[in-house]
């Protein structure tokens, strides 16, 4: 069974820093596309963060300078760095793998992230 498990939530004040992380198994990982989604109380599900096989990146324009995607193939694990971190930053995020048309999308669980004073 696939699994997607994000790790690294919590509560955090405004300006600080969490990295989080998604490991993956029982799929190939190194060929699919990354992601990092998050979804506020009362808001849809909002890309944040995006990284190719080849790793590539791509950010929201709200997160842009402030987070890092990164990923590590040999553990089978993507990150989120999320610095300078602000109240509108919190929401659920969640890991999410694409491998493009015909193949299965996979989506973690997500994990909490709180910024607050």
């Known amino acids: 069974q696939v699994q997607l498990v994000e790790s690294g939530g919590g509560l955090v004040q405004p300006g600080g820093s969490l990295r989080l992380s998604c490991a993956a198994s029982r799929f190939s990982f190194s060929s699919y596309t990354m992601s990092w989604y998050r979804q506020a109380p009362g808001k849809e599900r909002e890309l944040v963060a995006t990284i190719g096989t080849g790793g590539s990146t791509k950010y929201a324009d709200s997160v842009k300078g402030r987070f890092s995607i990164s990923r590590r193939n040999a553990k089978n694990t993507v990150y989120l760095q999320m610095n300078a971190l602000k109240p509108e930053d919190t929401a659920v995020y969640y890991c999410?793998?694409?491998?493009?048309?015909?193949?299965?999308?996979?989506w973690g669980q997500g994990t909490q992230v709180t910024v607050s004073s």
């Open positions: 999410h793998a694409n491998r493009g048309y015909g193949y299965s999308v996979y």
